[in-house]
């Protein structure tokens, strides 16, 4: 069976995306098996998750990129659910305000990023910037100065890479750590889900035309996707390309990921000093009079 270490891309050697498969290929026979182990990974995230926050000394952030429809929301529903949503911050990056356009693009990632002890999920991420912005050219149209945009695509981007692994960096040595996730669907996977979209009334809500607009510029995301992840892939920040033609076995892998990162912390609960700790045994016995 795939493990969590197959979807692991540390930017050793050059990223292929062709070589990470969009179907795990699990037969469905052993679904309820996997999800026990789901079930089994949460009730350890729920007992990391309290010492995360009692500690606060440490915060992660699960950032979710896909292309539509791979089951972002889902995976964050389920690989998520059952943790203790007081410590969680979700910040979903939709279409960018004219506020935040008006400012550089990791301006609003920064204005989102969890308190240490938390756990922050980024639904979409500053990758949006290097990818749907690379895709359909939209950093062209930007109000900035001359000298910012008369570079050529390549450098333009490859400036962002760069941006954006000092940032993951910086953020690392002032305490958090990031779970890079890509659902890696395939387009044949994403076809038959926007079609249960029209086909089933209760998802009918979740249709888009705007979707299939996207999907069109299938090729140019997917080397989009390949260019960001070979750049942005570091040792303490890698990527996790994790199949997601089946949606249980892509929860289940993300659930693997966060938990990874979760242990990677050892939060422990705050230790008293000695002091404090008879400061508190002093109060005993107003308690018990
Ligand atoms: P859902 O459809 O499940 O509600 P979603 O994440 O697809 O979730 P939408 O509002 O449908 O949300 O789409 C958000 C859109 O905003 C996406 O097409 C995304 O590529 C786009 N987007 C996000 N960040 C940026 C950005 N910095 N610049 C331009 N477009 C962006
Ligand atoms: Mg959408």
Redesign the pocket.
Known sequence: MMKLSDCRYDGKGTFKLADYPTSAKIDKAKRPEIEELMAKNIERMKELQDKLAAQGSEGVIVMIQAM?AAG??GAIKHAMSGLNPQTIEVY?????SKE?LAHD?LWRAVCHLPKRGNIGVF??THY??V???RV?G?WHGYNMPKRCLELDEDTFFAQRYERITNFEDHLFENGYRLVKIFLNISRKEQKKRFLARIEEPDKNW?F?A??LD?SELWPEYMDAFEKAINATSTKVNPWYVIPADQKFFARYLVSEAILETLEACEPEYPKLSEEEIAEMEACRPRLES
């Open positions: 539509d972002k929301d979903n990056f939709k279409t960018p935040e693009y639904n979409r949006e910037d990818l749907i912005v359909r939209l979740k888009s705007g979707d996207e």
